[in-house]
T-cell receptor, first 110, second 116 residues
Framework: GQNIDQPTEMTATEGAIVQINCTYQ??????LFWYQQHAGEAPTFLSY????GLEEKGRFSSFLSRSKGYSYLLLKELQMKDSASYLC???????????FGPGTRLSVLP | DADVTQTPRNRITKTGKRIMLECSQT?????MYWYRQDPGLGLRLIYY???????NKGEISDGYSVSRQAQAKFSLSLESAIPNQTALYFC???????????????FGPGTRLTVL
């Protein structure tokens, strides 16, 4: 079967670091994606991993371990505008489709 | 102008009515998708199309149909709307070249549909 798990909600303080974890099971694997979605808006692409390791893009980094079916999104120097839902999505090989997790709603407090 | 547009943005309808949601894109992408989003369930795939002549069912296609009128247009229809189809609907596009791994999706602004 196909399944993506991530925490439902997280809270962190402005200026801090937060790590959002994601575990996945898909029929084949061809990439792990992270999207940011502000309330009532469309998801927007944040990062992509297909090989094991860390990908860094400014304040955001994403890590992948294919053997463990595990990824995390690391947000540094949190800002109030980072309050949003973060969606983990795995692309499978079989249908070339994306399977999305339920999203993690992050609240950044002053 | 937005690259992926959806109309209408909001719609309230009654049980049993036929509804069409439209999606247009100017990105020149071949692949188009329809998702619905419900609280706590994330995005679920309804239908997808990899080109004009290719239509495929997604995870939750029952009660929905689609039409790919052109590369740039992909419409979603609810033949007889029911209350549990109340959700936020997103259209998305992607541009996966054969063998290319970076197939990110670009989402439209969403259509909020309420079925009474």
């Amino acid at each position: 079967g196909q399944n993506i798990d991530q925490p439902t909600e997280m809270t962190a303080t402005e200026g801090a670091i937060v790590q959002i974890n994601c575990t996945y099971q898909t029929s084949g694997f061809n990439g792990l994606f992270w999207y940011q979605q502000h309330a009532g808006e469309a998801p927007t692409f944040l990062s992509y991993n297909v090989l094991d390791g860390l990908e860094e893009k400014g304040r955001f980094s994403s890590f992948l371990s294919r053997s463990k079916g595990y990824s995390y999104l690391l947000l540094k120097e949190l800002q109030m505008k980072d309050s949003a839902s973060y969606l983990c999505a795995a692309r499978d090989n079989y249908g070339q489709n994306f399977v999305f997790g339920p999203g993690t709603r992050l609240s950044v407090l002053p | 102008d937005a690259d992926v547009t959806q109309t209408p943005r909001n719609r309230i309808t009654k049980t049993g009515k036929r509804i069409m949601l439209e999606c247009s894109q100017t990105k020149g992408h071949d692949r188009m998708y329809w998702y619905r989003q419900d609280p706590g369930l994330g995005l679920r795939l309804i239908y997808y199309s990899f080109d004009v002549k290719d239509i495929n069912k997604g995870e939750i296609s029952d009660g929905y149909s689609v039409s790919r009128q052109a590369q740039a247009k992909f419409s979603l229809s609810l033949e007889s709307a029911i209350p549990n189809q109340t959700a936020l609907y997103f259209c998305a596009t992607s541009d996966a070249l054969a063998g290319a791994p970076t197939d990110t999706q670009y989402f439209g602004p969403g259509t909020r549909l309420t079925v009474l």
